[in-house]
């Protein structure tokens, strides 16, 4: 299977990220998102994140102008039916994921490779609702994905080889690194990433430490990059919460529960980075914690 063209559904933080390193590799890209806005705020960060990468050396003036130039927008989700490969990016909701694809599939080519990005969901249950779970896998992408080396690869029950061998050529055309997953709610990195963010929460919501001491203590004490708390303002906290229901509801473990606090948060409106408020207060100078 030589896949030259790639839909990505959704121009938020992950699809533009995708579309950035897939033109960067030579794969002509259509970004499809349902906001004008979204798709030319899109545009301007990729721009802005290959400006970075020519300062850096990482790639020529060229490089970057040619990589541009291989982005095309549409508001028209029809208009990926032509591609020979299409990434969902959209948000973490299954009902959302559905309808994107019913509304995609009669008009893909028999032959293109339907994936979701998807960083919890079943991969067999979104193939399931297609016509065609042996061209269906999940193709998760680490954030931010032009940083980020690994790509989680989650093969469906139905999912066949070339399907697969066809989704790691291009993991590899990328320059990263892939991680073959069973199709388990979270597969590998939220499986045991987010549980560890949930317990930073509860370590939060019972008082044993402020936002400041539990990221510190994470950091120093652990040599992590960022604090948990500080990493679950960077995801998303709608993201963390949705990816926790899925453990607790796939696993029907109690040690999957999301922490009230996280929940209260979400309710708010408090998202993290994506709002401006989460466990810190991104509006100001600094960002200031919100306990």
């Known amino acids: 299977m030589a896949i030259e063209t790639v839909g990505v559904v959704g121009a938020g933080q992950m699809g533009n990220g995708i579309a950035h390193v ?8 259509l970004l499809n998102d349902i906001s004008q806005d979204s798709l030319d705020a899109a545009i301007a960060r990729i721009a802005k994140n290959l400006d970075r990468q020519v300062t850096r050396d990482a790639i020529s003036a060229a490089d970057r102008d040619a990589a541009l130039g291989r982005i095309r927008t ?5 208009d990926l039916g032509p591609t020979d490969l299409v990434i969902e990016a959209a948000t973490e909701r299954e009902t959302v994921k ?3 694809f019913e509304d995609l599939i009669p008009h893909l080519k028999p032959d293109t490779i339907l994936t979701s990005n998807t960083s919890s969901i079943s991969i067999t249950r979104l193939a399931s609702r297609t016509d065609r779970p042996e061209k269906f896998m999940g193709f998760h992408f680490m954030n931010p994905v032009p940083v980020m080396q690994l790509v989680e690869l989650i093969r469906g029950i139905a999912t066949d080889e070339p399907t ?3 989704c790691l050529a291009v993991v590899e ?6 991680a073959s997953a069973e199709d388990f709610p979270a597969f590998i990195v939220n499986r045991i990433l987010m549980p560890m963010i949930n317990e930073a ?3 939060l919501y ?13 950091k120093l004490g652990a040599n992590h990059p960022m604090g948990p708390l ?15 229901n899925v453990l607790h509801d796939g696993l029907a473990d109690t040690k999957y529960r999301p922490c009230p606090l996280l929940t209260k948060y979400v309710e708010a409106g408090w998202l993290g980075r994506k709002t401006g408020r989460g466990f810190y207060d991104y509006r100001g100078d600094t960002p200031v914690p919100t306990r």
């Open 74 to 78: 549409t508001l028209t989700l029809t």
């Open 173 to 178: 055309s990328l320059n990263k690194t892939a």
């Open 98 to 100: 559905q309808a994107i």
């Open 201 to 203: 929460v509860y370590t």
């Open 164 to 166: 697969y061998k066809a």
């Open 230 to 244: 500080e990493l679950a303002d960077f995801i998303g906290l709608d993201t963390c919460l949705a990816i926790m």
């Open 206 to 218: 019972e008082g044993v430490g402020n936002v400041n001491s539990i990221d510190q203590s994470m």
């Open 22 to 29: 897939l033109a960067v590799a030579g794969y002509e890209v």
